[in-house]
């Protein structure tokens, strides 16, 4: 009886499998009906998504009236870039919206809005005001003073520990700003950067005013090393150094939960972090583009269409490489100071 016993204790249980759909069916019934159709809305959006993707993949010049190959490229490139993001960010959402019920959809409100608009998911702009104003007891509003909105900004006393950081990713941020010059030229223009991961690293992880110093000081350094023809008068230096240095200091004042525990959301923070601070980037390198490049200096703008141009330049030139690659290396590398910081018990 007792090697009976024996054998029963030490004979492997074997393991149920996970029934995924039935999981998955039970909690779709539970969700109630706006998040359903939140749901819905953000899975078609998707699907259209896609399909634009596959409609400028085939798309050729003798579709359109256009005789400029390069033109034609350039935005064909554009276009399927745009809307692959889309479909991503709309992959993204439905995610979010199938995961969660209305008090989690509360407490990432940001999460969810700025997910819909780059998604392009304007219904669910609307389903998300119509659920913040239905749950407005289990929204929780601090009172803003003056001491808390500059805690929020990261100022605060500095230690030599913060002193230390701050020289460190002031150097790494010039020493990627002076790398620059010798990266491999990307498809359309523009060359490969990495001087904006410690300024995001350090806006997350430590503090949004250390950023934008950091910042402001890596942009006056490079004025050591960046060549003539790239600095044509003091607009140039300002939009093209000085105020995308400053951008990820100033998306992080916007705080998002990012912290080193694994969960969707916390890694959904760290992709919304990085898509806006490029997105900014990208927007004030565009104005630059075409108002202090085209217009001012009369550099190249596929004949009249300089608008167009600085716009798909400076695409090519951020979204398929730029962004990508510091999207991939800010996730590990800022639980890392976050850990360290920890530890150093600020």
Do not use: H
Not at 46 to 73: H, N, P, Q, R, Y
Not at 81 to 100: C, E, K, N, Q, R
Not at 199 to 218: E, F, N, Y
Not at 282 to 310: E, K, L, R
């Amino acid at each position: 009886m007792e090697e009976e016993n024996l054998q029963m204790a030490t004979k492997p249980i074997k393991k149920r499998p996970i029934d995924v759909w039935n999981q998955t069916k039970l909690l779709s019934q539970n969700k109630p009906k706006l998040i359903k159709l939140g749901i819905v809305f953000s899975i078609a959006s998707v699907v259209v998504a896609l399909c634009l993707v596959v409609v400028f993949s085939v798309w050729d010049i003798s579709w359109t009236k256009l005789t400029d190959e390069e033109f034609f490229k350039n935005i064909k490139m554009l276009l399927i870039v745009i809307f692959t993001l889309d479909a991503i960010f709309g992959t993204l959402i439905t995610m979010s919206w199938f995961l969660s019920d209305n008090e989690k959809i509360i407490e990432n409100k940001m999460q969810f809005m700025l997910l819909s608009i780059i998604s392009f998911a304007f219904i669910n702009i609307g389903l998300l005001i119509y659920i913040f104003k239905k749950n407005k007891a289990l929204q929780r509003r601090e009172p803003l003073t003056w001491k808390r909105f500059w805690l929020r900004l990261g100022f605060r006393k500095l230690s030599v520990y913060d002193i230390v950081l701050c020289g460190m990713f002031t150097a790494l941020t010039i020493l990627f700003a002076y790398l620059e010059q010798f990266m491999p030229g990307l498809v359309g223009g523009g060359g490969l950067t990495f001087k904006y991961l410690g300024l995001i690293i350090l806006g997350v992880a430590i503090s949004p005013a250390l950023s934008i110093i950091v910042g402001m000081t890596g942009a006056l350094l490079s004025l050591l090393f960046v060549g003539s023809t790239f600095i044509i008068s003091p607009w140039s230096f300002l939009l093209d150094y000085f105020v995308p240095m400053i951008i990820p200091g100033i998306v992080s004042i916007l705080r998002f939960t990012i912290s080193t525990k694994k969960g969707y959301v916390n890694y959904l923070n760290f992709i919304i972090v990085g898509f806006i601070t490029f997105l900014g980037i990208y927007i004030i390198q565009t104005i630059s583009g075409y108002f202090i490049w085209v217009a001012m200096a009369g550099g190249p703008a596929w004949g009249s269409n300089g608008v167009v141009y600085s716009v798909v330049y400076n695409a090519l030139s951020i979204w398929p490489f730029n962004y990508p690659l510091t999207q991939v290396l800010m996730i590990p590398t800022i639980k890392v100071v976050m850990i360290m910081n920890k530890n150093k018990g600020y």
